[in-house]
């Protein structure tokens, strides 16, 4: 899968969703807060669109009695049964060693007209590549790779 443009980032305003299709697969592509993430829109439990669920966050539990909810706009969970994915590396919540969900890279670059200033600023966030920003600041064209993480052992 090469490069495809899916979107501007306007069309994106941090908390939406946009689904897509890419050469006859359906992704997910998500801002949060910013960030952008794309997920590939079929749940591996029973193929339900995966990014039609709802977008949340998750509650921990560091002691008896004690409850925090974290991670808001970053747990996706399925519409037909609930599995939950983190969106920021497809990983199930339930069981990451085992059970993800494909994801994408995505990349922001100043809009075509634009060309003499495009610059791809890649950051990093654990294992994952997030959104990459034009130095002059303008809001550009979100477009996806495939990205395919580093196997996990368990």
């Known amino acids: 899968m090469g490069r495809h443009v899916v979107g501007t980032v306007a069309e994106l305003p941090p908390g939406s969703r946009k689904i897509v299709d890419v050469e006859g697969r359906s992704i997910g592509v998500f801002n949060v807060d910013g960030t952008f993430y794309a997920l590939r829109n ?5 193929a339900a669109p995966l990014c039609r669920g709802s977008v949340k966050g998750m509650t ?3 002691g008896p ?6 991670r808001e706009g970053e747990i996706l969970r399925c519409p037909w049964h609930g599995w939950e994915f983190d969106l920021t590396n497809g990983r199930s919540i339930f069981n990451p060693h085992r059970v ?6 995505v990349t922001v670059e100043p ?7 495009r610059e791809r600023v890649p950051r990093t966030e654990g294992d994952r590549p ?7 600041g303008r809001q550009g ?6 990205y395919s993480p580093s196997r996990v052992t368990g």
Do not use: K
């Not at 993800?100 to 890279?105: G, L, P």
């Open 42 to 46: 079929s749940c591996p439990h029973q």
């Open 65 to 70: 009695g004690q409850y925090q909810y974290v």
């Open 111 to 117: 809009p075509e007209d634009d060309a003499a200033t």
């Open 60 to 62: 921990t539990s560091p």
């Open 130 to 136: 997030t959104l990459g920003r034009s130095s002059s």
């Open 100 to 105: 993800r969900v494909r994801s994408y890279q």
């Open 141 to 146: 064209i979100i477009s996806t790779t495939r």
